[in-house]
């Protein structure tokens, strides 16, 4: 794979801040008045998690060498999000946990 060249990155960089743009201008101009619709609302509150969801979820299942390390990790991150402990902590342990599992897969011959 070679390095991206300049004029590249250039053409990246001006899509990338022109879709960043839209995805906040759009609802400026369409959306002159308060929403009161407490439907639209919620709806338009909850876009950024399920987006957000939508690409981090397939990729923690895709980042280990194995899928039982990558649910050993989620499983504990979503454990302690549970018990309300900071993202410090949470992703610390998420990820000791997915490195564990790892080494033991390792250790055990099933990697």
């Given at each position: 794979m070679s390095p991206v060249s300049f004029q590249g990155f250039w053409g990246y960089l001006l899509?990338?801040?022109g879709v960043t743009y839209l995805i906040r201008m759009i609802p400026l101009a369409f959306f002159r008045q308060?929403?009161?619709?407490p439907f639209l609302r919620s709806f338009l509150f909850y876009v950024p998690y399920?987006?957000?969801?939508?690409?981090?979820?397939?990729?923690?299942?895709?980042?280990?060498?194995s899928p039982w390390?990558?649910?050993?990790g989620v499983t504990a991150a979503v454990w302690l999000a549970f018990?309300?402990?900071?993202?410090?902590?949470?992703?610390?342990?998420?990820?000791?946990?997915?490195f564990a599992a790892e080494r033991l897969l390792?250790?055990?011959?099933?990697?």
């Open positions: 899509v990338m801040a308060k929403i009161h619709s399920a987006v957000l969801s939508a690409m981090t979820v397939p990729a923690i299942f895709s980042s280990t060498a390390s990558a649910l050993a018990r309300e402990k900071g993202l410090l902590t949470v992703a610390l342990a998420a990820c000791g946990a997915a390792a250790l055990a011959g099933m990697l």
